[in-house]
Structures are given as structure tokens and as C-alpha cells.
């Protein structure tokens, strides 16, 4: 991948590499082709986390985000053939919440296609989402490749119908992260049947790449970065030849691989959330070769947030990290090694360690 050229002015592509400027966590993503033609971009958005105060009032860090991210996203050149907004459009959930982000989102040029989010559906298990946005999983296929789009962030019935005893109390238990009252996110037999489906119809040499908001992975379960039945999602990509699994949720940079499947995250423009290392007692299954991002300012509203390049050839991913306060991140896929790695922080004894603020 080539250097990226840090001027909001300049937006260029030169050898299958895309480069713009910028501090948001904006990803761009190319799928390559030994036919060049056959060549496609996308964009990707997430977890903006409008949040409603009073009247026609919002969080202004969070709304600001997702209004830069928009306005950058639109001056891209080549343009993407899509965007994709990757979940927790909102807060807890409201119509204001949601129709606020909803008109931010529509001054964006092209198609834009939807990942729900925890924060999107648990007031009205998306009831209202579906209205504005369409279907909570669905499935596309472009240009040879087929796309999923999952709810990942559904979890056990007794929870979610049983236990509160208003739909504001579930949103905002589920909205907590670390909170004892919350539940294990999960997919659900009812979309895991729809998926073994869909896939059935997908020739095995397809490359399929998977849109959830929760990882598919079960790496921490105190925050929720955990999705329940992620082996049965993992089992039925496995017979595919190359698998992308692409995610919002954690606001951070994660990386990670599993069989066929490469899993990467992608950031989000309302805030950074670091791993506390006073958490180190608790149970973790943090991916090997996940680095916490550096924090410079724990002050300042972007602080640790970031954009990323996503390059995805043969099937595999490379992600290009600009972080707006940090030194920038490049994760690589090794094909020797047959998994990512952080080309600048593998050596441990390299890393930079985190600062750390609570």
C-alpha cells in the first residue's frame, strides 16, 4: 500500500492503493481482481452514537462526527460503489435519535446499505430501524461478491421479554458496557437457518464478506465484544475459500484470524474505547495480535479515533490506519503465516505501551 497523503484536498488511487485525508474513521474498501475491471470500492461508517438531549438539541462531539464523516466520505475520488453504515446510529435507541442520524446520513451520495446495532434496537427491537432503513439481516451480491448483512446483537428471549420491566429499562441496561445486568449478544437460530440458505445458493470459490456489528468472534465477555453462537456462524463460512468477516462495536482496532475467516474491525466516529488494564483479572480472549491503540488525549473528543483503507485481495484484508493524535497503523495479511499482522508492532518489545486514564 502506498503512503497516505495526509491533505483533505487530495484524493487519489495509484497501484490498487486508495488514499484520502483526513481524521475520521472513515474505511475504504477495495476488493481486487485479477481482472482489473472487475475492481469495486466501498465505504464504511460506524457506530456514531447520536445522542438525544432535549427538544432539537444532541450531543454535539457525537453529532459532529458523523456530519464530518458524511462530508468526507462524499468528496471520495474514485467514488465507492457503495457505503455502508456499520450500527448504533443512535444512543438508546429513540425516534430522535434515529431520525436525526437517518438525515444525516441521507446527504450522502450513492447507495447506502445498513448494519443494526445493540444501541439501534433494544427500545424497540428495531421496529422503528426497519422503517427507515429496511430489513434487519438481508443479503446482496456485486460484481462476483457476495455481501451478508447480519444482526449479530440479539440475544436470549428471557432477557429480552421477561426480565424488564419497561423497554426504556432493557435499552438502557444493554447500552452499558461492563454492566453484570447485561446479556451475550448472538445471531439466533432463526438467522443462523437463513444464513445456511443463502450460503447454500453461493458457489464455494465465491469470495463472501460478512457485515456484523458484534465481532462473530468471543473475545471479551465483559464488554459484550462476544458473539454467543460465533462457532456456528465461523462452521458454516468455513467451507468457503476466502471469508472477510468486517465489524463495528469495539471502537478500537482489532484483527484477528480464524480457519479461512479474517475478521477486522473498523472505527467509530464517536469515541475510542481502550482496554483497561484493571480489567486484567477478568476472563479475556483478546485475538493474539490485537495492539490497544496509544492515547493521547483523553480530553479531547477524537482523540484515538481514525480512518482506515481496507484492501481486500484474493480475499484477504489490509488495513491502512491513520489515527488523528497517534502514530498510523498498517495490518497486513502474512500469507505466509496465512493471518494478519501489525507490520509496526509485532516485536513486543516494539510496542509502545498505552497510556492509561481512569
Known sequence: ????????????????ALAIGGTLPISLVELAF??????????YISDA???????????????????????????????PDFVMFGGDLAQLG?????????????????????????????LDLGEYWEKLFGPQYYSFDHKGV??????????YDDWTFKRWPTAEQRMLEMAGLDNPNSSPFMVGEEQRLWLEKDLDKVDKN?????????PLQKIYKGWNFWTEDADQIQ?????????????????????????????????????P????????????YLPKLTVPMNRADPFFERDATGWQFINIANGNADLNFTLSDNTGRIVRYNDKQKRPEDTLYQDEQTRIIPQTHY
Open 1 to 16: 500500500m502506498n503512503v497516505i497523503n495526509n491533505s483533505r484536498r487530495n484524493f487519489i488511487k495509484t497501484a490498487g
Open 94 to 122: 429513540s425516534k430522535a435519535e434515529l431520525d436525526h442520524g437517518a438525515q444525516i446520513l441521507s446527504a450522502l451520495h450513492g447507495d447506502v446499505r445498513y448494519v443494526m446495532g445493540e444501541h439501534d434496537y433494544y
Open 273 to 284: 474505547w481502550p482496554y483497561p488494564q484493571s480489567y486484567a483479572q477478568a476472563e479475556q
Open 49 to 79: 452514537h447520536i445522542q438525544h438531549i432535549k427538544d432539537n438539541r444532541f450531543v454535539r462531539n457525537w453529532d459532529r462526527g458523523l456530519i464530518r464523516a458524511v462530508a468526507e466520505t462524499n468528496l471520495l475520488l474514485p467514488k
Open 146 to 155: 457476495h455481501f451478508v448483512v447480519l444482526n449479530s446483537i440479539r440475544t
Open 34 to 43: 485479477a481482472d482489473s475491471s472487475q475492481n469495486f470500492s466501498f465505504a
Open 206 to 214: 465465491t469470495p463472501v464478506v460478512v457485515f456484523s456489528h458484534s
Open 235 to 271: 462452521a458454516l463460512l468455513k467451507p468457503f475459500k476466502k471469508v472477510s468477516v468486517i465489524y463495528g462495536h469495539v471502537h478500537q482496532i482489532q484483527y484477528n484470524q480464524i480457519g479461512n475467516i479474517s475478521f477486522n474491525s473498523v472505527m467509530a466516529t464517536a469515541w
